[in-house]
């Protein structure tokens, strides 16, 4: 059972900087008042905001800082359950979201939604929505069991009576059973594979068979010509290195000979330009003077004449040496261009021999790989192929029976699963509660002094009679009438609760209950069962009319607004 120790707030709506707080078991019953805006529901704000991050009526997180001082809004609610003490505190501005619980702050999740997981789930073990029908019954936006959906209907007596673990259970178990699905398909999938790989394989088997003889013929002649072509090219490589002995040898001698005359050629064609150029300097010097520069005598015309005449002379006979120099050059080269090319030649020969000797032994590794299959090969493959089929046919029927194993246990799944669906286990378990929840209702609506038969079947649709017997709906009655059915479920969903110890609280909140719809016995017969409610019970009943209901509660808050801040009257 969770009991509401206090409730503190600040900077929370309309209240200010300085801390209000409520004890919520100092009283059994407790009468909060004030007028219209002076802060009498944000306790009840507060508390829904601590607990599940959203206030009880319908306000924006922006809207809940304190608009003047617009920081520092910070809500805290104390609690035990069992022997543990809890604290939550949760603000904004700046953003604050803890859970302490006996002293010591629970580890934050690295998510806020998985932190209020935590506490809905495995502290609280409620939901805003149980909340608000179990705890709370306000005028603003509190939306009675009754005007909910058919859906919600369900929800709400599916955390009263603890079994909403089978909707998790049906949930997991739907994950689980599309992960079977999906093996399954994968299952067929191999199996169809595998299926076609053991065909293929028994196909080719047969292949191996038939053509076993023609690959020992195919082999064979491929032998038979490879070592024709070796004989073909042993033959051509006798030819050309015989080819290569005999030339080879004389080509290089001529060619080192050639190549010995050319130089000999050159240095004789360097001595001759020297020469040619002494004798050009000497008649250049005849010519150009007519007196010895070093003696200066004079030179005589026949002696000038004299050797002018030699000079003459000598040139002529050098420039026939030069002559005869470049023929003999000419010759030179072309007889070393020759001999060049048929080096070249002899080379070319060398590098067939070379490439001849490659094939030779390609064909000679081809031929012994050839005479390797036929004596091993041809068998060896077809008992390789005959243990593969072998190995196909056991994973075959290994993923057969592993596919019968799965849909054995997705047959299995499948019924657990309508066991957990709403109309299985959760159905039979609510049918044993829809008569004592009829009964309770039907209680309540008597001390409420309206006399109607209520039954709500398990779709949880409902169908109310009058005394004569004529059927209506929810929505036939006065706004009245629907409270008092509002009520009698709100007691009713707080007795079950606490039966099945599943949210069982001492708090009960009824936000201007008594200022709407109820008449002058409706609101006595309330009070009657405020009284009779068991002593753990701790009720705040919020009202703006206080004179008529005051007296009629063990204690009494009263809020006002002071300088645009609400505050609790001392």
């Known amino acids: 059972m969770i009991i509401f120790k206090t409730i503190r707030y600040k900077n929370f709506l309309s209240t200010g900087n300085t801390f209000t707080e409520v004890n919520l078991t100092k ?58 003490n809890f604290k939550i505190c949760r603000g904004i501005k700046p953003g604050i979201f803890e859970i302490w619980k006996n002293g010591a702050m629970i580890n934050q999740s690295s998510h806020v939604k ?33 005007q909910l959906q058919q859906g919600n209907r369900r929800d709400v007596i599916e955390e009263l009576l603890d079994i909403g673990v089978f909707s998790k259970m049906n949930q997991l178990l739907r994950e689980q059973i599309n992960n079977i699905k999906d093996n399954l398909k994968e299952y067929q999938y191999q ?3 595998t299926k076609n790989k053991l065909d293929t394989q028994q196909k080719y088997i047969q292949d191996v068979k038939i053509l076993t003889e023609q690959n020992v013929t195919a082999k064979e002649a491929n032998i038979k010509d490879s070592e024709g072509e070796i004989s073909i090219l042993l033959e051509e490589n006798t030819n050309l290195s015989a080819d290569v002995e005999k030339q080879q040898g004389p080509i290089e001698e001529t060619i080192n000979g050639l190549h010995d005359k050319k130089q000999n050629l050159l240095s004789y064609n ?17 010519e150009d003077n007519e007196t010895c520069p070093t003696c200066s005598q004079d030179i005589s015309s026949d002696l000038r004449n004299e050797k002018l005449n030699d000079s003459r002379n000598k040139a002529k006979e050098l420039k026939s040496a030069m002559d005869k120099l470049t023929t003999e050059s000419t010759f030179l080269e072309q ?6 090319n048929t080096l070249t030649e002899i080379r070319e020969w060398q590098s067939t021999i070379h490439t001849n000797n490659k094939e030779i032994g390609r064909l000679q590794g081809q031929i012994r790989d050839l005479k390797a299959d036929l004596e091993n090969n041809v068998t060896a493959d077809l008992n390789q192929a005959n243990s593969e089929l072998i190995e196909i046919k056991n994973k075959l029927n290994i993923l057969q029976e592993d596919k019968m194993k799965t849909n054995e246990e997705y047959q299995y799944n499948l019924a657990i699963s309508e066991m957990l669906k709403d109309t299985g286990i959760k159905t039979k378990i609510i049918k044993q509660y829809i008569p004592v ?20 079947n398990e779709e949880f649709k409902e169908t109310i009679r009058s005394r004569h017997r004529d059927e209506f709906t929810y929505a036939s009655f006065s706004e009245g009438e629907k409270q008092r059915i509002d009520l009698a479920l709100l007691f009713t969903w707080r007795h079950v609760a606490k039966m099945k110890n599943s949210v069982a609280t001492n708090l009960l909140i009824l936000d201007e209950t008594f200022d709407s719809s109820l008449d002058h016995d409706g609101v006595e017969n309330l009070l009657k069962i405020l009284e009779s409610l068991e002593d753990d019970t701790n009720v705040f009943v919020i009202s703006h009319k206080g004179d008529i209901l005051d ?15 609400s505050k609790m009257a001392a």
């Not at 009468?31 to 924006?60: E, Y």
């Not at 608000?132 to 009754?146: R, T, W």
């Not at 360097?270 to 010097?285: E, V």
């Open 437 to 456: 929840i009829n009964t309770l209702v039907n209680k309540y609506l008597q001390v409420l002094d309206f006399f109607v038969h209520f039954d709500l």
């Open 191 to 193: 199996i169809d594979l």
């Open 551 to 565: 007296g009629k509660f063990d204690g009494k808050i009263e809020f006002a607004k002071e300088r645009n801040f």
């Open 114 to 146: 998985e932190y209020q997981k935590i506490l809905e789930t495995n502290i609280l073990k409620i939901n805003h929505k149980s909340f608000h029908q179990v705890v709370v019954l306000g005028s603003s936006s509190f939306i009675p069991f009754m």
């Open 270 to 286: 360097a001595t001759f330009k020297q020469q040619m150029g002494q004798i050009t300097k000497d008649a250049k010097f005849y």
């Open 27 to 84: 009283s059994k019953s407790t009468l909060v008042v004030g007028q219209n805006g002076a802060g009498k529901s944000t306790m009840l704000d507060a508390l829904a905001f601590a607990l599940f991050g959203k206030p009880h009526r319908n306000i924006s997180k922006s809207q809940l800082v304190n608009s003047i001082n617009q920081k520092d809004c910070l809500v805290e609610v104390e609690f035990t359950i069992g022997s543990s």
């Open 335 to 340: 007889a070393l261009l020759s001999a060049n």
